[in-house]
């Protein structure tokens, strides 16, 4: 069943109206017609709803809600990942992928290595466009919540008391590994996780040492070496099998 996102002003009753760029997906290349079921998910509340389209018009396309609907896409673990700033295109697949994953946040960070300089319009401009992103990996994978991509942060506006654990991949880090520190996690209903991940030109002890001062955990991923977009990607079907399963 297709699933799509609204806001909560658009619920008014038992009515659900869904306009902008959707209205077009399911007219034109869906190619949905009047009485099929649709998942809506309302955007602000996490609430899923199997509904009936009502009615389709050039604007909008009307909707009755039929049931409410068990959230079942979102497990326990609320993982954020701060991603230092890469290059090209890989970011665009990091959110995507991560999402398909079941990352609830990404957060691109500066690093003293990063490459990549995004300051004002630009910076928005990379944002809205990576949260369009995220919004249609979140359909595309049935997803209960939007990933919400935040605004670039600083190493120093880490607060890692925000979460359970922080694990920062570093590849100089040869003794403990994060299958070990996720063996060792307290078994819990849910967890909050943050993992740190460096850009392409990796992260410098100095970084290291600020992060390990905070309480971030160091920890090796093995004896190769993966690329920023992979180690994210890695970490996030690592932590999401060891911890739902």
Known sequence: MRKFFVKSNQINDK?????????????NV??????????????????????????????????????????????????????????????????????????????????ERCVVKLEGKDEQKKIERWQKISEASAKQSGRDIVPI????????????????????????????????????????????IAVIIGPEGGITEKEVSLLREKGAKVVTLGNRILRTETVALYLSSVIMYELEM
């Open 30 to 111: 869906l190619r949905l017609e009047k009485d099929t079921l649709i998942k809506i998910c309302d955007f602000d509340n996490k609430i899923n709803y199997i509904c009936k389209i009502d009615t389709i018009s050039k604007e909008k396309i009307e909707c009755s809600i039929n049931q409410v609907a068990k959230n079942e896409a979102e497990g326990k673990v609320n993982l954020v990942i701060y991603q230092g700033l890469p290059k090209s295109d890989k970011m665009e697949l990091i959110i995507q992928k991560g999402t398909e994953l079941g990352t609830s946040k990404f957060i691109p960070t500066k690093f």
């Open 149 to 192: 991509i935040d605004n670039i942060k600083n190493l120093s506006e880490i607060d890692v008391g925000l979460y359970d654990i922080v694990f920062l991949a570093y590849e100089e880090e040869k003794e403990n590994s994060i299958k070990d520190e996720l063996k060792n996690i307290e078994k819990k209903e849910s967890y909050n």
């Open 15 to 27: 009515i659900i109206n869904i306009i902008g760029d959707d209205v077009n997906h399911i007219k």
